[in-house]
């Protein structure tokens, strides 16, 4: 068998070796050391007895640095697993606290149904049962199974023997010219494709499903196409509120157009929504939807089409600050950790400042806010040797007047998150659907998320809106009839 310890093994056969005396060989080397020996003086000896002695300590010192080195990395390891296994701690136990009022769902006031569960026998003994001593009551909600409505709409004509001319009765109410489908099922359609996300074969199943109603993923396709075509008045009106708000929003995202590159653009606010599909990610789309006579701030991140616009405007500080943020991830020069704090304390104090506005007396409110306007220039001007401060610096001479305009107008933002929020649905339609296939999906897109979007700013009913202004314009009605606040 062979030992786990060879090395050790050999010394103890050396060991066993000497007790017997050695072979001849051994018994020859130790005679002729015996005589080198024999021949060195007294110091010679002394010298040779303390070199080894010197490096048996050496090697001693050497074996205990190495144990304590793979004790400590031991300890690591061990530290490291103990950690990997062990669940993080809930800062907070979830749910209400002990002995708080129970809440459970609220009962409906309107009962439409009321269903007595009676028995007239006992099921052991089959004897007959008197009057009920107790009622128990449980009250449920549910939803009734959908079902086809067919609607025939007879419209009368006349003629007129005054004119001699042919006169229609006017539209139902309900009534959608020359469709083979109801409104109902049209806006929720909408609703399904822009909102929820769903594909066009998704919703024809889900239409099946619930109420039997067969229709095809290019007749839906083609009717939501014809329903933003009867919206484009409302999307015009909404265009024309976003032109005068006094500030907009603006960001954009990546888009596919019949399978190449695009872009879906968004100028929101509070209360208004405005999306537009374009080829370009120019300056130029910015301007054909604002105009020449914006009079607002826009609210914008440093993307550099957004320089050079004849309007005012007010640059996101998060964007800013999450730059800085990931180039102090990898350079750690002392030149650029010094300016990193230097900036976020002037932006902190800005922030500072800005909520001070009301009750502060407007004299030192403005000799405050020049005093960091002036140090932002300071920091901006300053001749910086590393190769990530030279690159901010470039974007900070660029728009530097358009970082700080919120302390001028307090009602400002200092960041562009809202826009990024308001984008988001279009990128989860993205995700679902990756864009449009035509030019005409692109602007009914633009259409219909413009109105919801919109509409659930200012908490109205999608549905019930979209389906009036829909049958509104679609019986002839031009004028715009959504009432969209756009203050």
């Not at 010094?338 to 800005?354: M, N, P, S």
């Not at 007396?361 to 020049?370: D, F």
Request: aromatic fraction near 10%.
């Amino acid at each position: 068998m062979f030992s786990r310890y060879p090395c050790i093994d050999e010394v103890k056969k050396d060991e066993k070796v000497f007790a017997k005396g050695g072979d001849e060989t051994n018994n020859k080397d130790m005679e002729n050391n015996r005589v080198q020996f024999t021949e060195k003086t007294k110091d010679e000896l002394i010298d040779i007895i303390l070199g080894q002695q010197k490096e048996l300590t050496d090697q001693a010192e050497r074996i205990h640095a190495l144990e304590e080195k793979a004790k400590v990395e031991q300890e690591k390891r061990t530290e490291k697993f103990a950690k990997g296994n062990t669940r993080k701690k809930r800062r907070k136990r979830p749910g209400r606290k002990k002995g708080h009022e129970g809440i459970t769902r609220r009962a409906p006031e309107d009962i439409d149904e009321i269903i007595d569960e009676t028995l007239h026998e006992c099921p052991d003994c089959h004897n007959e049962l008197g009057k009920a001593i107790d009622v128990e009551e449980q009250i449920q909600e549910d939803i009734i199974p959908a079902y086809v409505w067919v609607r025939k709409y007879r419209r009368h004509v006349y003629c007129c023997e005054h004119c001699r001319q042919k006169v229609y009765a006017p539209y139902h109410p309900e009534h959608v010219p020359k469709g083979y489908l109801g409104a109902n099922v049209l806006i929720q359609a909408t609703i399904l494709k822009y909102y929820h996300c769903l594909p066009y074969r998704k919703i024809c199943e889900l239409f099946e499903d619930m109420a039997g109603l067969k229709v095809s993923p290019g007749g839906i396709s083609q009717a939501l196409a014809r329903i933003s075509r009867w919206l484009g008045v409302e999307r015009a009106e909404l265009l024309e509120a976003i032109r005068g708000s006094p500030q907009v929003h603006a960001d954009e995202t990546g888009w596919r157009l019949d399978g190449k590159k695009s872009w879906v653009w968004a100028f929101v606010n509070e209360r208004l929504a405005y999306y537009h599909v374009d080829r370009s990610r120019g300056r130029k789309v910015i301007k054909e939807i604002l105009g020449e006579k914006f009079d607002g701030t826009l609210i914008s991140d440093f993307y550099a089409v957004y320089l050079k616009l004849p309007y005012r405007m007010q640059k996101c500080l998060v964007h800013l600050l999450r730059d800085f943020h990931d180039c102090a991830k990898t350079d750690h020069d002392e030149e650029f950790v010094k300016a990193y704090k230097k900036i976020k304390r002037i932006i902190k104090d800005a922030l500072r400042l800005q909520s001070k506005h009301e009750a502060m007396p407007s004299g030192k409110y403005e000799r405050l806010r020049i005093r960091i306007e002036n140090r932002l220039f300071d920091f901006m001007a300053f001749g910086y040797k590393n190769k990530n401060l030279k690159r901010l610096s470039k974007r900070f001479a660029q728009s530097w007047l358009d970082m700080l305009r919120f302390l001028k107008d307090p009602s400002l933002p200092w960041h562009n998150n809202f826009a990024e929020r308001m984008i988001r649905p279009n990128v989860i339609y993205r995700n679902r659907s990756f864009g449009n296939r035509s030019d005409q999906g692109a602007e009914a897109h633009g259409t219909m998320m413009s109105l919801m979007q919109t509409l659930r700013l200012q908490n109205k009913d999608v549905g019930k809106n979209l389906r009036r202004a829909y049958l509104n314009h679609r019986q002839g009605h031009l004028a715009p009839c959504l009432s969209l606040d756009t203050c």
